[in-house]
């Protein structure tokens, strides 16, 4: 199991607009099933922002654990273990991003596998 950290604007939506990406609710669907974390980040900060985006994640039945709102970028995670990151163009490809996150998880096999044995 693996912690992500997903930006909305650009990553899971156009940026600036809720119009999701082709593929977006797929990938995260399926990273929630093998049983990782989501955690998704946003700039978005303002009450009126908040509410817009928990209602397009709600109806689209967008999977995520948490979510953290007036995140600026760029976002450094600092981490004793297995610390990665995917730098995706704004409105990108998300076949591009599944494929990266793929050899992350092959790449730190070794630490997730161990903490669930604990």
Not at 27 to 32: C, D, F, I, Y
Not at 41 to 52: M, V
Not at 58 to 82: A, C, M, Q, T, W
Request: charged content about 30%; glycine content about 6%; some cysteine.
């Amino acid at each position: 199991m693996a912690s992500f950290f997903f930006d909305i604007d650009g990553t899971i939506t156009v940026w600036q607009t809720n119009e999701l990406l082709v593929g977006a609710i797929e990938l995260l669907v399926k990273l929630k099933q093998d049983g990782h974390v989501i955690i998704i980040t946003t700039k978005r900060n303002s009450e009126e922002k908040r509410k817009a985006t928990l209602q397009m994640l709600n109806e689209n039945k967008i999977p995520y654990d948490h979510i953290l709102f007036g995140v600026p970028s760029p976002r450094i995670i600092i981490n004793d273990r297995g610390a990665g990151g995917i730098h995706c163009e704004k409105n990108g490809d998300i076949s591009k991003i599944a494929n990266a996150i793929n050899e992350l998880l092959e790449k730190f096999k070794n630490v997730y596998s161990k903490d669930e044995e604990k």
